[in-house]
């Protein structure tokens, strides 16, 4: 645990924090909640993409990729969790500040009753679940649930990690049709969701090789 924790969550520790720090003091918004949110939101996805690309680098590596678990893929989905969550927390006092339901549902003088079905409502919506998910996934993200689940039944739980990036991936570039951003940051949103989107696609591309290889009679 000793060694887990100097190699992997102490170098996670300091790049999120890096990371986080940079745009926090870079940002122009006057506010710090607003630069908060901003600060926790590309480290957060950035790291999912991370968790999804793990598995095809081992496939890549030549290396078991059908194991229950990795130390590795474990933590940085905690870490992915983690600034999901704190990301999702600071981002409800952004827009409405003291009133976090309007996130949800149109107000009294909108023109629009009920639930939101806005591009705000469709942002606010994929952030809100994908975060109950994230603190489902993060919740079971230990030794103790997967042998009280086991293997089978925790495997299952934690694959719903790929519908949490596709949620994430929908929440940030609604936002970023909400918030008018720049193409660059625009463009950085696209890259982790296409790198991890490739890797996954490398990855089955190449155990079905792999397959097909085991399959051929010998010569």
Partial sequence: MARRLLRHHAVLAAATG????LLYWTRPYKDAISRASFAT???????LALTLAIGP???LQRRRAGVVSTDLRRDVGIWAGLVSVVHAVVGQCVHLRGRPWLYYVYGPTEHHRGMRH??????????LLGTLLVIALLATSNDLSLRRLGAGAWKKLQRWNYGVFGLVAVHAFAFQGVEKQKAGWVMLAAACVVAALGMQATGVAMRRSVARDAGRPGL
């Fill in 57 to 59: 680098w081992r496939v």
């Fill in 18 to 21: 890096a990371a986080a720090a």
């Fill in 118 to 127: 806005d591009l705000f409502g469709l942002a606010n919506y994929t952030g």
């Fill in 41 to 47: 939101a590309y480290p957060a996805l950035a790291l």
